[in-house]
């Protein structure tokens, strides 16, 4: 009986061993980890069920659990939108350049805000030190003589991001507009030290750039903004 119960536990080193080569043969790092970590497991339960369980490695497989569960969960949530707010969803869906977890680096950087009485935002000509995404449609837009207002949501200083110029229209939001701000330094900032979330951002605020340009009058008055659709309206001026 024994041996037998030897040939047992020595069948979880087999197991354990099959579970971290199938891991290490994988590309995907959220796969690898988790095999790795069943492996891992196996290396416990075999330590713990000697005769004379072995503590030494039973607490070092321990710590290297914890460890892999760990970045797993890190892993999770830089593929999903789990633990997201509704609000944040719906700001991650403007973003669709960025994955669930370099959207969240960027939410850090951000401070969402409601309006209580309006409150210009941007002012034609200026160079602006903070880059928005509006929430609601509504807000005004004011570039020369021409007014209008957008009638979906949109950012407001993202040429700014991308070039330093300033902006083309002043922009002005009512009371009760929900919206969020970034520090264009802080913006910059991390775009060097990430340079796929940089990239990302990039893309996403280059396409609405090219949006605006493709909208806009012969004068360079811009059309209704960001819209993934032709507008129905006529053209209007954008920020």
Known sequence: MQIESLFQLESLVVISL???MIGYL????????????????CDV???VLQPIPLLPPVISSLILI????????ILILERTTL???DREKRLFAAFDTLTPGQFRKLRRLGQFHTTTARTEILTEGETPATLYYVENAGFELKKAELLAKADRPGFAGEIAFLNG????????????????????ADLRKISRRNRALGNALIARFSLDLAQKLTNSFPTGALADIRSQQPPSNPPQPSA
């Open 18 to 20: 099959l579970f971290k």
């Open 66 to 73: 914890a460890i892999n569960l760990g970045i797993l969960v």
């Open 26 to 41: 994988v590309r995907d790092e959220l796969l690898l980890r988790l095999l790795v970590t069943i492996g891992i497991i």
């Open 45 to 47: 339960l075999f330590y």
């Open 83 to 85: 633990a997201m707010s």
């Open 165 to 184: 110029s300033s902006a083309s229209a002043t922009v002005t939001l009512p009371p009760g507009t929900d919206y969020i701000a970034w520090s264009v």
